[in-house]
């Protein structure tokens, strides 16, 4: 069942009608250009639902710019380059994937899966952790992120995360060993 488009009313009609419009010639535009620029991208990358999703992404980023543009006429251009832009940052993706792959390809990793009681020892001493140093441990130790990246999703400091870091560890160390 198809779903309906809630109406939301502004308190200006002038509003309501700019809004209408702008929401009408973005379907005009993307009714026009999206299979053209589907197919830009398949013929770039070879896969359909890869093309499909940079298309979108392109008319999105696009989209949004096209108040700026001097007509409909200077969208295709501006959708197309999109495109091309869209599909050489997933190009570039995946060089740095395949490359990272293949640093570790020839690296054998080792498993460890710790028994049921050590998990649960693991999780009790974990529970014993203020929540900040759970976090930070987690996040720097299970998640092995940076210690500049972990201040960052946290909100403090670096200084702030390695004491952190080194106090939850004593405290687990202490509660494993008993």
């Not at 008319?59 to 096209?66: L, P, Q």
Request: proline share 2%; aromatic share 6%.
């Amino acid at each position: 069942m198809p779903t309906r488009r809630k109406s939301v009313r502004l308190a200006n009609p002038v509003y309501e009608v700019a809004v209408d419009e702008t929401r009408s010639r973005i379907e005009r535009l993307y009714s026009a250009h999206i299979q053209e620029a589907t197919r830009l991208a398949y013929l770039m990358t070879g896969e359909r639902e890869l093309s499909e999703d940079l298309a979108q992404d392109a008319f999105v980023r696009a989209a949004g710019r096209f108040q700026h543009l001097r007509g409909d006429d200077a969208f295709s251009g501006y959708l197309m380059t999109s495109v091309v832009n869209a599909c050489r940052g997933n190009w570039r993706r995946r060089k740095v994937e395949r490359a990272y792959l293949e640093k570790f390809r020839g690296q054998q990793t080792v498993s460890v899966d710790p028994d049921v009681g050590t998990r649960l020892a693991i999780k009790d001493a974990l529970s014993h952790l203020s929540s900040r140093q759970r976090v930070a441990v987690v996040l720097r130790h299970y998640t092995d992120l940076s210690e500049q990246r972990t201040a960052e999703l946290m909100g403090c400091s670096v200084g702030t995360v390695k004491t952190l870091v080194s106090r939850g560890l004593r405290t687990l160390r202490e509660r494993m060993d008993t």
